[in-house]
């Protein structure tokens, strides 16, 4: 088996302005449940992982204008920012996706929420879509 099969969405991350006003539709209305919120430092970044199933919902909050969820939002508004796959490997992926013409945003994982590790691939080469892959849980 490939250390890069991947057998579920790990996640949707979802650009809002706030988690705080955004929160209710999945928790009011859809009747879901918030497994955790988390402060991420060093990516200027709020979240808050929202149960459904098998997966989550990653509520994305800029804390500063300067984190990229920021200029997400100021880009194109509040809405879906990524998909997640859980791989089991990511520093492989990262190799992998480099011999197969994908483009990782670092050459190193960064940490990811709970103890996961993650890299990005730009959507230039993932037709159109953030794609982020998830070593670990949450
Ligand atoms: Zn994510």
Known sequence: MSNLKTEKIDHIGIAVRSIGERVSFFTDFLELEVLNEEVLEERGLKVAFVKIGETT???????????????????????????????????????????????????????GAGSTRIVFLHPKTTGGVLVELVEGSH
């Not at 804390?63 to 100021?74: A, K």
């Not at 990524?82 to 483009?103: L, Q």
């Open 57 to 111: 919902i990653e509520l994305l909050e800029p804390l500063s204008d300067s984190s990229q969820i920021s200029e997400f939002i100021e880009k194109r508004g509040e809405g879906i920012h990524h998909i997640a796959f859980n791989i089991d490997d990511v520093d492989a992926a990262i190799v992998s996706a480099k011999e197969k013409g994908y483009t990782p945003l670092s050459d190193t994982p960064s940490r």
